[in-house]
């Protein structure tokens, strides 16, 4: 059966009556409304806590009449599910046991996602009744690569040597890794799209630090993995975001995504004659969002141009900045809702 | 007249009787030798002293029979010398007195370089001295983009986010501090040339973060304005390599470079196709020299199959890193010196 959401209709290429849009990080720092939940709790309080999820998650909904929400989480949950401890810090996620040799590979486990990780179908049934079918919600987690990148740093990295010298040093180990990473995701996932989630965004936020070779046959062939392993779950959508896409985008079609998400250092229109008919979902720069009001309606006027109107999820090409102006971004979603070719 | 030199006749696309290789930042931290001169100063003041600059510039060259040479230096010198205070700490390189308006871009000078870095020249006419024809020697510089960027965030980012918003907030106040980097940076590269340097590279090393539209309008504007004054003084052959290109590899030809220096991430095969006859320089990825030597030489040899010999010259796709094994730098030198199509 056809869906009648425009989000869920571009996500198949099907007409809309106008190109849906919603924002990476939508439910983030930039909202006010945002920053007086979390100053209530720790960010993994938040993420645990399926009534706060579920009100952050749906803030920018409220404010903005946006196409879509995305479940407030964050994608290392799967990774503290596995045995590896995680905490945040001001400076970010980190995991004070690394993943550093053999032993450490084999002791991480592949875990039941509603055991370990109750408050994540909560957040979706919660976010789900909450929503009241207005518009679709999308579940998320992190692609294996960037899953296996954080766990074997340590946390956050600029240029993630240790995760790249592993897959030329010990490849074997490597794939273990990543594997384990991609049931474990793929399990999350699943158990997300039971608890109701409508679509599924796959972030590879790292994989473009990769030489293409490496990319297809570590990053790209385990995000494959979870992918399938979702679909052969249940028909939703699955979009599939490599940040910094641009050297592999003639391979990104092969991880089954129904989606393809574009980060902003890809031009469009080039996008889409190298992808052909598969949908697409971005990209504006989320720097742009500090331009005057007139140049971001100029740059999203573009952006919907060279998408064609069918087949494109307008976003940003990166998560939204904290320091961004809430107007800026009011004006963005009404320069895309009132878009005509 | 043609030159004999296997570097540059594959920087004009001339035959050769091999594949021409030299790696960036050759003389560097993975060296004994290197750590051993580094040990009796700071590193401004190795950039500083043209016997010491001397020295290590040609220890990779004595130690491995590398095809070019390239002047040690940083290319935040020429910041320093428009009048940023500059620092180096094991964090790296820091600007304490970052340009942060309008009125700190008025007051950035357009030195004269021999004045104000006479030690760049002095390196440069005892690094041809001591080389007495061996290899062709490289000189070097920051392009306009990348150096503006470390002068507006301070010193190293993840992300440039200062850099990218004066691009949307203040675009008339970026094209001047660009400019002004863009004049030094010239009159910098012709002093060198002037000194004795037979190459140029131009290493924009953080363009790679930009939408391809302000790529075009403010990176490559200016590095352009840079290589054309450079070329307009002297037929020395310019590279120009910006990190992270594949996005923005059909504009770099624009820039007037005669080699596009290309990153580990674009595969060397594709990245011929879109750049048609102009000849190309790279591009191993830095952490596959961690792998075992069989894989090493494997993955050179699919680069300089896919770079099929003439204006092709062999390098890194960017910078060795420290902690790599000095036999597997003899090893790769010795699959590209053999190499037989």
Partial sequence: MEPTHRFLRACRGLAVDRVPIWLMRQAGRYLPEYRAVRA?????????????????????????????AILFSDI?????????????TEDGPTLPEPVRDRAAIARLCVPDAETTMPFVGAAVRQ??????????LIGFG????????????????TQWLRGRRLLYEAPQSAHELLGKVARTVAAALIAQVDAGAEA???????????????????ALRHAAETIAAVKAHADVPVIYFVNGVAPVIDLVRQSGADVIGIDWRVELGEARRRLGSIPVQGNLDPVAMFAPPAKIEAKAAAILRAGGGVGHIFNLGHGILPETPVDNVRALVAAVRSYAP
């Fill in 76 to 88: 290392l949950l799967p990774l503290e599910a596995m045995g590896l401890p995680l905490a945040f």
């Fill in 200 to 218: 599924i965004q796959l972030f590879d936020s790292w994989a473009g630090v990769l030489a293409p070779a490496e990319f297809e046959a570590f």
């Fill in 127 to 136: 976010i789900r009744a909450a929503l009241a079918g207005r518009v679709p």
């Fill in 40 to 68: 209530r709790t720790d960010f993994l309080g938040l993420c645990k806590t399926p009534e706060l999820a579920c009100e952050v998650t749906l803030q920018p909904i409220d404010l903005f009449g946006l196409d879509a």
């Fill in 142 to 157: 992190g692609a294996p690569f960037t899953l296996a990148a954080y766990a074997v740093e340590g946390g956050g990295s």
